[in-house]
């Protein structure tokens, strides 16, 4: 069975393309990962499009085996198998225990489980090219599953109207991705290869175009928000003026001025009555 054949020209160019953007594309979760490392935590990061990835690479690779002349589908994944091992293997060392545990068992139901299914179902069960047909049909499922996997990253972009969490070099590579897949399928005329990526297409612009909006056009906040600071706002300011009613001098000066003024008067009074000081003050005192 030949994997390599140079003669559909537009195929072998597509996808030598198409595995320069696919490495990069595998490569683009690295400065994540890095974080991951340095901070010793998984922080908000999902370990659901890795081991979905992992399990579309697997699967691609067994159907590269049943068909000719897909040597560069083979090289791609293979290296996708490599790489998303390694990704899983960090996320498991860092998550919190809710997180791994949930990790491992989607490993265990999708990746151990599920591919040894399909494998034992269509090795003995069907032959030739009806078994290349259902594993073509079950790629482009789990491919579905792949683009599909960052729309839970797209609802917390949404959510928190924050897109911490949904590097843009992610987004455009798995774009320009699915662009050169679309073509090598169309050149190899294989439906199970193209058809994916135009899902993948429209999933990619979506997450580039919600980066956009969130990340440079700036949102006015709620009304709500906007009545209560408004209604806020009054309250600080009077609560300032009745401050600066307590606490003004004037008031401190009033009183001053009348106790000097009444001290004055009753001395004045005192005098001209020609009575003393200590018997003004029995006086006062009765």
Known sequence: MSLFNTENTWAFVFGLLGNL???????????????????????????????VALFSATLWLYYATQKKDVFLLVTINAFGCFIET???????????????????????????????????????????????????????????C???????????????????????SLSLTLTISAVIWLLYGLALKDVYVAFPNVIGFALGALQMILYVVYKYCKTSPHLGEKEVEAAKL??????????GTVSSPEPISVVRQG???????????EIEDGQTPKQSSSAAAT
């Not at 990790?103 to 290349?132: D, E, H, P, S, W």
């Not at 928190?160 to 969490?165: A, D």
């Not at 009054?234 to 401050?243: A, F, G």
Request: net charge positive.
């Open 146 to 168: 792949v683009f599909a996997a960052p729309l839970s990253i797209i609802r917390t972009v949404i959510k928190t109207r924050s897109v911490e969490y949904m590097p843009f």
């Open 234 to 243: 009054p309250e600080v300011s009077l609560d300032m003026l009745k401050l």
């Open 86 to 144: 390694i990704y899983i293997a960090m996320f498991l060392a860092y998550a919190t225990k809710p997180a791994r545990m949930l990790t491992v068992k989607m490993l265990l139901l999708m990746n151990f489980g599920g591919f040894c299914a399909i494998l034992l179902l269509c090795q003995f069960l069907v032959k030739g090219a009806t078994r290349a047909k259902i594993i073509g049909g079950i790629c482009v499922g789990f491919s579905v």
């Open 259 to 269: 106790n000097k003024c009444t001290c004055g008067n009753d001395r004045r009074a």
């Open 21 to 51: 953007i696919s490495f990069a594309v595998f490569l683009s979760p690295v400065p994540t990962f890095y974080r991951i490392w340095k901070k010793k935590t998984t922080e908000g990061f999902q370990s659901i499009p890795y081991v």
